[in-house]
């Protein structure tokens, strides 16, 4: 990742990028670098702590598992921004949607030029497969994948909640119980 973002910022200086581009190789460089500087960070702070049997609270396998899932969510996110980025470098830095739209003309009865209504086209199965392959966008599979992903975070974020608030509350809630002799004087 830190060669990807010296790449970009690289790229930044050798070319006249429109702001539109300049916009998106910050948001994937800023999004790489605070990735690495801090959620890593987390995750290895929280590895440590795991590893200390005298840290309290200690955070279980299951606690890690899930923040490694939030992570890779992260990664894939930012995996997919660069992938876009190296899509439009490969393009000479041309945004594929351009404003500059091409329109098509017809002569009408008066022999005036006026726009055609465009004509929508169905792609085949196949060529919208073959265009997300080229365009870095996954297929359904991976797709469906990533949803699944995303649902057991959710859950392992639910868990985890709920465990963190029961503590909390158990922690908010002491008694103390004094035997009856001992208040006696």
């Not at 702001?19 to 990735?35: C, D, Y």
């Not at 200390?52 to 997919?80: M, V």
């Not at 991976?142 to 992903?149: F, G, I, N, V």
Request: proline share 5%; with cysteine; glycine share 4%.
């Amino acid at each position: 990742m830190e060669g990807w973002c010296q790449q970009m910022e690289q790229e930044t200086k050798d070319n006249q990028l429109t702001e539109e581009v300049l916009g998106k190789i910050r948001s994937a460089v800023g999004s790489a670098q605070l990735l690495m500087s801090q959620k890593f960070q987390q995750f290895r702070g929280l590895c440590d702590q795991n590893l200390n049997l005298s840290a309290n609270p200690r955070p279980t396998a299951q606690d890690l598992a899930g923040f490694w899932d939030l992570l890779q969510l992260s990664i894939e996110d930012i995996s997919l921004k660069f992938d876009e980025l190296y899509h439009l470098k490969s393009n000479d830095w041309q945004l594929a949607d351009s404003p500059e739209k091409k329109v098509n003309l017809k002569l009408d009865s008066a022999g005036r030029e006026e726009a055609a209504p465009p004509v929508p086209k169905k792609p085949s199965k196949a060529k919208v497969a073959a265009g997300r392959e080229k365009a870095g966008q996954p297929d359904p599979s991976t797709d469906k994948q990533r949803q699944e992903a995303r649902k057991r975070l959710m859950a392992a974020k639910r868990a985890a909640s709920v465990r963190q608030n029961s503590a909390t509350e158990s922690a908010d809630s002491i008694e103390i119980y004094v035997p009856e002799a001992q208040t006696r004087l």
